[in-house]
């Protein structure tokens, strides 16, 4: 990460098995997930998976942004192949702008139970005071 800047650390774990069980109710996916994300998703051998490792890296960013997933689930879009990146928008994105914060990264992994996230925010000296 670039700049002198603070850093904001979001940690995020969830149980595969709770994601693919919302998966079955109806509009779960398009609540919570942008097209982008549903699209990639949907198009891997084991789609919980990535629903439940970009669902942890939701909450990650909220956490590192300190307002939780406050705003809308599908105003944090977390796409790309194979390092994600992070898009933030509407509410989220002003929050974020507010505070700051000027770079996300952001770290997913799974197992065959768990998916996790780290999100690392970094944000400009004078905005961290």
């Not at 800047?5 to 969830?14: E, K, N, P, S, Y």
């Not at 942008?34 to 699209?39: G, I, L, P, S, V």
């Not at 700051?100 to 780290?118: E, F, M, N, P, W």
């Amino acid at each position: 990460m670039a700049g002198d800047g603070a850093l904001r650390v979001g940690l995020d774990l969830i149980e595969i098995e709770r994601v693919r069980s919302a998966l079955e109710r109806p509009r779960f996916r398009e609540r919570c997930f942008t097209k982008a994300e549903r699209d990639y998703c949907d198009s891997r051998a084991n789609p919980a998976q990535s629903y439940a490792a970009r669902f942890a890296g939701k909450e990650a960013v909220g956490k590192a942004l300190g307002c939780g997933v406050h705003f809308t689930w599908v105003e944090i879009e977390i796409a790309g192949r194979p390092r994600p990146t992070v898009t933030l928008s509407g509410k989220t994105k002003a929050w974020a702008e507010k505070m700051g914060a000027r770079q996300v990264d952001l770290s997913l992994t799974h197992s065959k139970g768990i998916a996790a996230a780290v999100a690392i925010l970094s944000i400009e000296e004078e905005d961290a005071k």
